[in-house]
C-alpha cells in the first residue's frame, strides 16, 4: 500500500509526505526526492483556510483521521459533546524544515515526467489563509485557546479535541459579518488534567476564576480585551442550564460574587453568559472556556512566552521564582506566573489580571513571530494543545467555524487591542474588604464605547462616503446657536429604554443639565429602537443643545416643517439604545481617566 495511502511503504514515514509551505498556507504532497517544496497543492481551499481532505489524504497513525471514532450521541443529553475520538499517534508532528524522503519503494510514486511536463505550476498564492491563521492564532491564544491556528489543520482530528456545551438562547445566536463580535473567554479553577491538583479550589465544579470580555469592532479595526473581577459583587439573572438529568432552570441570585455564575447550582457558561449582559449591556456572541492546562500546553507549544519582572520574585503560595528582568516561561512555570497573587502590586486580584493581561499580550506577539509561523512543528504542537484545551459553545464547536470566526478577525492588528480592567473600587459594606463593587463613574462610560463600538486605541481609518456623509449631516444639524438650558422645552416618553428610564432623564436634565422646562410622559405610544427628538424649526436652537447633552447622532434628530406655537415643548422618544441618563447614546469618545489598560504590543515589566 502506497505510503500516502492508509500504511507506511519501506519506512516512509507518512508526515514527511505532506509539508507545509509557509508562503501559500497549504499543505503539500511530495512525491520525489527534492528537499524543495513540490508544485503540487495539498486539496485546500486556501482562500477559506478550511479546505478539506481528499481521499488520498494521509490516515496513518501519524496524522489526523478522516475516520476517527466519535461518540457526540453518548452525551447529548447533557450538552456536551465530549471528546469526540481522539486520534492516535497525536505526537507525530510536520518537520520545520523539508528534508529529503528516507526511502522509497522502487518504481512506485514516482511522478510522471510526461505528465508534469504537461501541467502548467500554479504561482503561489499568499492568500488570507496565513492572515487568518495569524490573527486566529493570536486571538485564540489570547483566549487561553489558540484554536484558529487550525486553519492549516483542517483535518477531523482536531474537531475530535473540541469540547461543547449547548448555551442555546444566552448569547445572540452566532457572530455575523457586518456587526461587532463579543466572546467571553472564561478561566476555570477546575483541577482536571494531570498535575493540576493542587491548584484552584478542592473540588470545584469549576467557577469563572479568569474572564475576559474580548470586543471586537464592526469594521476589524480593533479590539477591547475587558477583564471582569472574579470578586465583583453583581446581580446574577435566572438562566437555564442543560445537565445531566436534563434542562435545569436556575433562579438568579442577587447581590453575590460573579465568579458563582459558572460552576455554583449547576450554572453553565450561558449562565455567565447572561450575568455579562446584564452587567455591560453587550450581548455575548459566544464563550471559549479553557481551565489550567490551556496555560501550560499552549505556552510549551509555542516554545515559551516572553515576560519581564521588574524586581526578584519568589512567591511560594503560587511556586513563581524568577529573578529581575526578562524571562522566556513556559508550562508549569507559566501557569505560576498567571497565577500569583502575592508576587506584584498590591497582592491582589485586580493585580493579578494586569499580570495576565501582560502575559497574553505577550502570547500574541509570539504566536504572531515568525519563528511559530514559520515552524510547522510548533503549528500542530500549538494546534493540538489549543484544541485540546478548549471548551466552546455549539455555535462555533467545529474547526471550520473557529476558521471562519478567526478569518473574520483577520485584520485586527495587536498595535489596536487593548487590555482594560472593569473599573471597580473596594465595597463599602465589608470592614476588610474581600470583594469589589463597580465603580460607576468610570465603569457605565467604558460599557458605553463598547456598546457603541468606540475603540480604546486610536485607530485610523479610512470613512467610507456613507460614514462622510453621516458625519457632515451631523456637523450641520449641530452647527449654529444653542439655546440656553432654561430655555430648553422637552417633554420625556421612554420608548425602548430600561424601566423608569423617563424619570431618570427627568431628574438628570433638571438637576444636572439644567433644562428646568422637562416633564416626564410616562411610556410612548409604541417602541422605537433608536432615540429621537422631534422638534420644530424655530425650536432647532434647543434641539441642538439638547442633542450636544444627550450625545444624540444626527440620524435620531427629527425636525419638522411647521414652527411651534405657544410654549409647546420637543418630544424626546428614549428607544432601545438608550442605556442610562448621563451616557451618551453615541458613545464618549474616549476612556474615562483612571480606567487600568495594557497595549497588546508592548512589552510591560511586572512590579
Known amino acids: 500500500m502506497d505510503a500516502h495511502s492508509r500504511g507506511q511503504a519501506d519506512e516512509i514515514d507518512p508526515a514527511d509526505q505532506w509539508v507545509l509551505n509557509p508562503q501559500t498556507g497549504n499543505y503539500e504532497l511530495r512525491l520525489d526526492h527534492s528537499t524543495g517544496q513540490p508544485t503540487s497543492s495539498r486539496p485546500q481551499d486556501a482562500r477559506s483556510g478550511r479546505g478539506s481532505r481528499r481521499k488520498d489524504a494521509p490516515e496513518t497513525g501519524d496524522a489526523p483521521r478522516d475516520d476517527a471514532p466519535r461518540s457526540d450521541s453518548a452525551s447529548a443529553a447533557t450538552g456536551r459533546s465530549g471528546k469526540r475520538g481522539k486520534g492516535t499517534g497525536n505526537d507525530a508532528a510536520p518537520r520545520a524544515d523539508v528534508p529529503g524522503q528516507r526511502s522509497r519503494r522502487a518504481g512506485k510514486g514516482q511522478p510522471d515526467p510526461s ?17 487568518a491563521l495569524v490573527w486566529t492564532g493570536g486571538v485564540m491564544a489570547f483566549l487561553l485557546v489558540g484554536g484558529g491556528t487550525t486553519g492549516y489543520f483542517v483535518y477531523q ?27 467571553l473567554v472564561i478561566g476555570t479553577d477546575k483541577r482536571t488534567g494531570s498535575g493540576n491538583e493542587g491548584y484552584g479550589d478542592n473540588g470545584s465544579a469549576g467557577h469563572a476564576d479568569t474572564n475576559i470580555l474580548f470586543h471586537v469592532s464592526k469594521d476589524r479595526t480593533n479590539a477591547t480585551a475587558l477583564s471582569i473581577p472574579r470578586d465583583l459583587i453583581t446581580d446574577i439573572p435566572d438562566c437555564t442550564a442543560k445537565t445531566k438529568d436534563g434542562t435545569k432552570e436556575i433562579p438568579g441570585t442577587p447581590q453575590t460574587r460573579f465568579n458563582v455564575s459558572l460552576g455554583q447550582d449547576d450554572r453553565d457558561p ?17 464563550f471559549m472556556m479553557a481551565d489550567f492546562n490551556a496555560v501550560k500546553e499552549i505556552s510549551t ?15 511560594p503560595k503560587s511556586g513563581l521564582k524568577l529573578t529581575k528582568g526578562p524571562h522566556r516561561i513556559e508550562g508549569e512555570q507559566a501557569l505560576a506566573f498567571v497565577r500569583t497573587r502575592h508576587a506584584f502590586g498590591n497582592e491582589s486580584d485586580l493585580t493579578r489580571i494586569q499580570t495576565q493581561q501582560q502575559f497574553l499580550s505577550s502570547m500574541i506577539r509570539q504566536i504572531q513571530s515568525s519563528q511559530t509561523l514559520t515552524s510547522p512543528s510548533k503549528l500542530w504542537k500549538l494546534a493540538e494543545a489549543a484544541t485540546n484545551a478548549l471548551t466552546v459553545d455549539t455555535g462555533i464547536g467545529t474547526i471550520e467555524k473557529l476558521s471562519d470566526l478567526g478569518k473574520e478577525l483577520a485584520s485586527v492588528n495587536p498595535k489596536n487591542i ?17 470583594t469589589v463593587v463597580l465603580n460607576e463613574a ?7 464605547m463598547m456598546q457603541n463600538d468606540v475603540s480604546l486605541t486610536e485607530v485610523k481609518k479610512k470613512e467610507s462616503a456613507k460614514e462622510a456623509a453621516a458625519k457632515k449631516k451631523q456637523e450641520a444639524l449641530l452647527k449654529g446657536t444653542k439655546a440656553d438650558p432654561a430655555d430648553v422645552r422637552v417633554d420625556v416618553f421612554n420608548g425602548g429604554g430600561p424601566q423608569g428610564s423617563a424619570q431618570e432623564t427627568l431628574n438628570w436634565l433638571q438637576n444636572t443639565e439644567g433644562v428646568l422646562k422637562s416633564t416626564n410622559k410616562g411610556n410612548a405610544p409604541a417602541d422605537v429602537s433608536k432615540t429621537t427628538l422631534e422638534y420644530a424649526p424655530n425650536q432647532a436652537d434647543q434641539a441642538r443643545a439638547l442633542a450636544e447633552m444627550l450625545g444624540l447622532p444626527a440620524s435620531g434628530m427629527k ?3 411647521e414652527d411651534a406655537e405657544g410654549l409647546e415643548a420637543m418630544t424626546l422618544t428614549l428607544g432601545e439604545d438608550f442605556k442610562e441618563a448621563g451616557v451618551p447614546i453615541t458613545g464618549p469618545a474616549k476612556a474615562p481617566e483612571g480606567v487600568q489598560k495594557v497595549e497588546a504590543d508592548k512589552q510591560v515589566c511586572s512590579k
Open 115 to 131: 505528465a508534469a511536463a504537461g501541467r502548467r505550476k500554479r504561482k503561489a498564492k499568499k492568500s488570507g489563509g496565513r492572515k
Open 157 to 183: 482530528h482536531f474537531n475530535g479535541n473540541i469540547d461543547t456545551i449547548d448555551v442555546e438562547g444566552a448569547g445572540s445566536g452566532g457572530f455575523k459579518k457586518d456587526q461587532a463580535v463579543n466572546i
Open 270 to 286: 450561558g449562565c455567565t453568559m447572561r450575568t455579562v449582559k446584564e452587567l455591560t449591556g453587550l450581548t455575548v456572541d459566544h
Open 301 to 315: 507549544a509555542v516554545g515559551g512566552v516572553n515576560v519581564c519582572v521588574g524586581k526578584d520574585v519568589d512567591d
Open 418 to 434: 487593548t487590555f482594560a480592567t472593569l473599573p471597580v473600587v473596594d465595597n463599602p459594606n465589608e470592614p476588610v474588604p474581600a
Open 442 to 448: 468610570q465603569a457605565k462610560p467604558l460599557f458605553s
Open 559 to 561: 425636525p419638522g416643517t
